[in-house]
T-cell receptor, first 114, second 117 residues
Framework: SQQGEEDPQALSIQEGENATMNCSYKTSINNLQWYRQNSGRGLVHLILIRSNEREKHSGRLRVTLDTSKKSSSLLITASRAADTASYFCATAPIDGFGNEKLTFGTGTRLTIIP | KAGVTQTPRYLIKTRGQQVTLSCSPISGHRSVSWYQQTPGQGLQFLFEYFSETQRNKGNFPGRFSGRQFSNSRSEMNVSTLELGDSALYLC????????????????FGPGTRLLVL
């Protein structure tokens, strides 16, 4: 079953604009990660935020985490055509089994219009 | 370092057959996890192997099995294939962590796309 729900399911923006996608999850987590997937290929790890962190930056990526609302957001600034992909949030259980058993959200399909 | 490799990349089978997929993790990685991705169910965890032992298991029927070899390479097997097994199968590897600390980042392979007719 899906732990996370992403919103929106699909997003189209002009190149250069910012893209924001949201993820909600259901249970307590150890950390939350964001991954990118291009055209049905493998996933690429983008950023990880731990449950005791509220915000994290990596290049043009900014992630926030609100554990009280069980939600996270991913902001991509100054979007580029190469950012066109599906983006997934993934949560690691707090049961001590580590991050080898990720639960993924439903994904947001981002399209950057040149 | 070479990334995670999966073979074959594409596979077509018919209902009732069985299939074996292979995954070679990044050198030095000892944990291998398998995921199934379908349009309807999304990405779902199948199982994880560490040091040749299954450490975690998802909610899939017994037709789905796996194993890991001493060199950390892993295989997954699906017996008695059903149409609904058509999917992209992804494996991911991660480094061994310090004692008591699990590694956090998983590195995914390109996947094996299985079509069951």
């Amino acid at each position: 079953s899906q732990q996370g729900e992403e919103d929106p399911q699909a997003l189209s923006i002009q190149e250069g604009e910012n893209a924001t996608m949201n993820c909600s999850y259901k249970t307590s987590i150890n950390n939350l990660q964001w991954y990118r997937q291009n055209s049905g290929r493998g996933l690429v790890h983008l950023i990880l935020i731990r449950s005791n962190e509220r915000e994290k930056h990596s290049g043009r990526l900014r992630v926030t985490l609100d554990t009280s609302k069980k939600s996270s957001s991913l902001l991509i600034t100054a979007s580029r055509a190469a950012d066109t992909a599906s983006y997934f949030c993934a949560t690691a259980p707090i049961d001590g089994f580590g991050n080898e058993k990720l639960t993924f959200g439903t994904g947001t399909r981002l399209t950057i219009i040149p | 370092k070479a990334g995670v490799t999966q073979t074959p990349r594409y596979l077509i089978k018919t209902r009732g057959q069985q299939v074996t997929l292979s995954c070679s993790p990044i050198s030095g990685h000892r944990s291998v996890s398998w995921y199934q991705q379908t349009p309807g169910q999304g990405l779902q965890f199948l199982f994880e192997y560490f040091s040749e032992t299954q450490r975690n298991k998802g909610n899939f029927p017994g037709r789905f099995s796996g194993r890991q070899f001493s060199n950390s390479r892993s295989e997954m097997n699906v017996s008695t294939l059903e149409l609904g097994d058509s999917a992209l199968y992804l494996c991911a590897s991660s480094r061994p962590g310090l004692a008591g600390v699990r590694q956090e980042t998983q590195y995914f392979g390109p996947g094996t796309r299985l079509l069951v007719l």
